[in-house]
């Protein structure tokens, strides 16, 4: 009787983020920023499927995202280096985060790559050696390996899991601008004056902690007091967010996209539909739990 093999295709979901707090404490002698931000996983995601192979590959959606500098390849790769396995797989994206919005879906596609392809070939490597192998990805990975409500800092690569944040619905917003060497530009207009002692990130952690969703004037991203000023349409954006009735409105990460969180969904449906009008293109999600 011939036997038949079945592969073992894993999917796992990317996740989304958003920054409750971002702050810039100042400058690293490594030329690094040190940062304090509380993080948090939304619902809005991309999704990533493994299978077996005996070399790496990549296919997607966009097929503009198939390129060898893909965060998914360099993300395989590096895992492949760093155990010597000779393993391969078929992985496809399938792309639904907006990119270069701020909202991390490069780097949370990277941190599924490296948990499933761990899963796929046998590796067994433990978490802490995952986010080491992340952080040389961006600053941002070992944030996605744990995801949930977490406080970043260092440069962001350090990760502590904080209270879950309350239920709320998350409302963001992407300005259609393209920002070249976004993230770059933004850090090289900062000044010290902007710099801040993490006052913010602590007064978002204690009500965390407390089990209070923050306030909306608890929020804080340094990125926006030059953002704001460079990128008049995420300026413009914002204004049209506040007309449309948010009762305030945070930039996520670097940026262009914004976002604010609201506990009505009834009212969440309204600024929704009055967003629409403005001729934006708004997101409603909940926020996501660690996978």
């Known amino acids: 009787m011939k036997r038949t093999h079945q592969r073992r295709d ?4 990317a996740c989304a983020k958003v ?8 400058k690293r002698p490594d030329g690094y920023h040190q940062v304090a931000s509380v993080m948090q996983t939304i619902e809005l995601r991309d999704r990533l499927r493994f299978a077996p192979a005996g070399q790496i590959s990549l296919t997607c959606n966009l097929a503009s995202l198939e390129t060898p500098d893909n965060l998914v390849l360099r993300a395989a790769a590096l895992l492949q280096q760093h155990t010597g396995c000779e393993q391969g797989a078929e992985i496809h994206l399938e792309k639904a985060i907006p990119q270069a919005a701020g909202l991390g879906g490069g780097s949370s596609d990277a941190a599924v790559t490296l948990r499933g392809l761990n899963t796929l070939w046998g590796l067994d490597l433990g978490l802490e050696e995952l986010r080491s192998l992340g952080a040389s990805l961006g600053s941002d990975v070992p944030f996605f390996l744990q995801g949930g409500t977490a406080l970043a800092e260092g440069r962001g ?16 917003v992407v300005p259609q601008v393209e920002i070249p060497h976004k993230t770059a530009a933004l850090y090289g207009h900062l000044s010290p004056a902007h710099y801040t002692g993490g006052e913010a990130t602590q007064a978002v952690r204690r009500s965390l902690e407390e089990g209070r969703r923050p306030a909306g004037e608890l929020l804080f991203n340094a990125f926006e007091a030059v953002a704001f000023g460079l990128f008049p349409q995420v300026e413009e954006c914002r204004r049209a967010f506040l007309a449309a009735g948010a009762p305030w409105v945070r930039l996520a990460g670097s940026g262009p996209a914004l976002y604010t969180f609201m506990t009505s969904a009834v009212k969440a449906s309204t600024l929704v539909k009055r967003l629409r009008e403005a001729g934006y293109r708004p997101w409603v999600t909940l926020a996501a739990p660690s996978p």
């Open 10 to 13: 894993l999917q796992h979901d």
């Open 19 to 26: 920054n409750l707090t971002l702050e810039v404490l100042g």
């Open 157 to 172: 690569e350090l990760v502590k899991p904080l209270q879950p944040l309350p239920p709320v619905l998350f409302v963001l």
